[in-house]
T-cell receptor, first 110, second 115 residues
Framework: EDQVTQSPEALRLQEGESSSLNCSYTVSGLRGLFWYRQDPGKGPEFLFTLYSAGEEKEKERLKATLTKKESFLHITAPKPEDSATYLCAVQAGGSYIPTFGRGTSLIVHP | GAVVSQHPSWVICKSGTSVKIECRSLDFQATTMFWYRQFPKQSLMLMATSNEGSKATYEQGVEKDKFLINHASLTLSTLTVTSAHPEDSSFYIC???????????FGPGTRLLVL
């Protein structure tokens, strides 16, 4: 059974304090790993898709990396507007339905 | 690109009535659409998956006669909550995937309140 585990469940940072969110996965034949940001009362906003180990993608203060077992979402010098829940999902080769983790709730204090 | 819209964004209805939620992919053809339900401070719960022109595939525990899903075109899917009851009150979110991509793009969600 495909599994996706995100850690930590919640993270509080001071503005400017860089950190990383983790998404570990157990799937057969990874076809894609996805990161989303979700603000309260809104649908998830797409951030990145990673396809193979070693791949990295960046967008502003965010950088996503991928290994064979996990992905990290690095947040550099976060700002209060980065506060949100970050969701990770994986698409395995044997399924057309992605599996979502439970998310990491990030709060950045000014 | 890859914009998905939902309508309405929020709806209040009386118990026993039916409510239809529309999900549209605005700039791509969605071969697959997903419907999720989300309770406060919880993660997404997949309700069903639909492919254009085919019957939806429902997740275990989701009543197909209560949550009617139609995916009649490559840009439109609808979710109808039939005979809604207060326990159906929730945040419903659709997503769409197409164009040969694995990435799914989400709509902004619909808040349903059943009185």
């Amino acid at each position: 059974e495909d599994q996706v585990t995100q850690s930590p469940e919640a993270l509080r940072l001071q503005e400017g304090e860089s950190s990383s969110l983790n998404c570990s996965y157990t799937v057969s034949g990874l076809r894609g790993l996805f990161w989303y940001r979700q603000d309260p009362g809104k649908g998830p906003e797409f951030l990145f898709t990673l396809y193979s180990a070693g791949e990295e993608k960046e967008k502003e203060r965010l950088k996503a990396t991928l290994t064979k077992k996990e992905s990290f979402l690095h947040i550099t010098a976060p700002k209060p507007e980065d506060s949100a829940t970050y969701l990770c999902a994986v698409q395995a080769g044997g399924s057309y339905i992605p599996t979502f983790g439970r998310g990491t709730s990030l709060i950045v204090h000014p | 690109g890859a914009v998905v819209s939902q309508h309405p964004s929020w709806v209040i209805c009386k118990s026993g009535t039916s409510v239809k939620i529309e999900c549209r992919s605005l700039d791509f053809q969605a071969t697959t659409m997903f419907w999720y339900r989300q309770f406060p401070k919880q993660s997404l719960m997949l309700m069903a998956t639909s492919n254009e022109g085919s019957k939806a595939t429902y997740e275990q525990g989701v009543e197909k006669d209560k949550f009617l899903i139609n995916h009649a075109s490559l840009t439109l899917s609808t979710l109808t909550v039939t005979s809604a009851h207060p326990e159906d009150s929730s945040f419903y979110i659709c997503s769409a995937r197409g164009g040969g991509e694995e990435t799914q793009y989400f709509g902004p969600g619909t808040r349903l309140l059943v009185l």
